[in-house]
């Protein structure tokens, strides 16, 4: 659909973008993204997907807003706390662009209900605060042929890699299998730093839907807000002996791999 | 020698795993990288450093 005048307007710093332009802006408009988890990572992620005018965002998240959640949980509002997550967020999104339909999942994402959920669209963001849910989303994007964009952060650092079909090495390739420990909860964290892994979530989003540049696939990006500090690291590619990527898998099955998705996290 | 994490090592001919586990790592958390690239997970305990490399550690989180 041809851009409206007051459109024009609103995305006008990246219309002029080589990589965006007209077509590249009618792309974003028709695109849907899923963003699991609507807390720290899910903050900056989905705050910039809403005013690149991604046209369709899907948000799940089960919890609901509290107190010690907005030193980093940018979404929600001291008015807000309370309210289910998903709820609130979608106030944000409203207020913030009007072409954005937001789907709501408030529901707990499980090994039953992952396939289905993330089939509609066309790019999964994994902003959850758990290694179980982390390998969960990495398995179900793996077996269902979803590209998707990982990122975990605590206290000042964090990663971020991309997955892609067919083209890279995915989470459980670079760490096996789900470890206990090191969540937002357990250890602390610095909301800037959250907003610049899901900031690198976003881009990520953005790019892979217009196939614009380099994205993080076959490599994982590491950050350090201490020693403010980044860099890339390669990797040789897939894991021959990855349990759900490789041509031999062992997992087939989320539902049958469910209890390794249930951390204690 | 051996440049693990900035710092050098008398480690050649080593194992990798041998040095994570006197190290005291968590092998669940980390990733290694060998002069740039990321060993796969299934392969970090076949790897003997070797005189001149580079070796990375870093630990991944899975906060959000």
Redesign the interface.
């Known amino acids: 659909m041809p851009l409206q005048d007051d459109q024009k307007l609103r995305y006008a710093r990246q219309l002029i973008l080589k990589e965006i332009g007209g077509k590249g802006q009618e792309k974003l408009l028709s695109a849907k993204v899923l963003v699991i988890?609507a807390?720290?990572?899910?903050s900056a992620a989905i705050s910039y997907l809403a005013a690149a005018g991604i046209g369709t965002i899907g948000i799940a998240d089960c919890d609901r807003v509290e107190l010690s959640n907005l030193q980093r949980q940018i979404l929600h509002t001291t008015a807000r706390v309370g309210e289910a997550k998903a709820d609130s967020a979608r106030k944000f999104v409203g207020e913030l662009n009007p072409d954005v339909k937001v789907e709501l999942h408030p529901g707990r994402v499980n090994a039953a209900n992952i396939a289905a959920l993330i089939e509609p669209y066309d790019f999964v963001l994994?902003?959850?605060?758990?290694?179980g849910t982390?390998f969960l989303i990495n398995d179900a994007c793996v077996l269902g042929k979803k590209p998707y964009s990982h990122?975990?952060?605590?206290?000042f650092?964090?990663?971020a890699l991309t997955y892609v079909p067919g083209q890279g090495?995915c989470l459980?390739?670079?760490?096996?299998?789900v470890?206990?420990?090191?969540?937002?909860a357990s250890?602390g964290?610095v909301g800037a730093a959250?907003a610049v892994l899901g900031g690198v979530q976003a881009l990520e989003t953005i790019k892979y839907l217009l196939g614009a540049g380099e994205l993080l696939t076959g490599r994982?990006f590491?950050f350090d807000g201490l020693s403010m500090t980044a860099r890339t690291?390669?990797?040789?590619?897939?894991?021959?002996?990855?349990a759900v990527c490789s041509e031999t898998p062992s997992i087939v099955s989320l539902c049958e791999n469910a209890a390794e998705y249930e951390d204690c996290? | 020698m051996v440049k693990i994490n900035g710092e050098e090592y008398d480690l050649a001919g080593e194992t990798l795993s041998d040095y994570l586990a006197s190290a005291n790592y968590s092998m669940a958390f980390i990733a290694v990288e060998i002069n740039g690239q990321i060993v796969p997970k299934s392969q970090i305990g076949s790897v003997v450093l070797r005189d001149g490399d580079t070796v990375e550690i870093v630990s991944f989180v899975g906060g959000g």
């Open positions: 988890g807390g720290g990572l899910g994994d902003c959850v605060d758990r290694f982390k990122a975990g952060v605590v206290r650092s964090g990663q090495p459980r390739c670079l760490i096996g299998s470890p206990h420990g090191a969540t937002c250890v964290i959250a994982v590491y690291a390669e990797f040789c590619g897939r894991d021959p002996a990855c996290n």
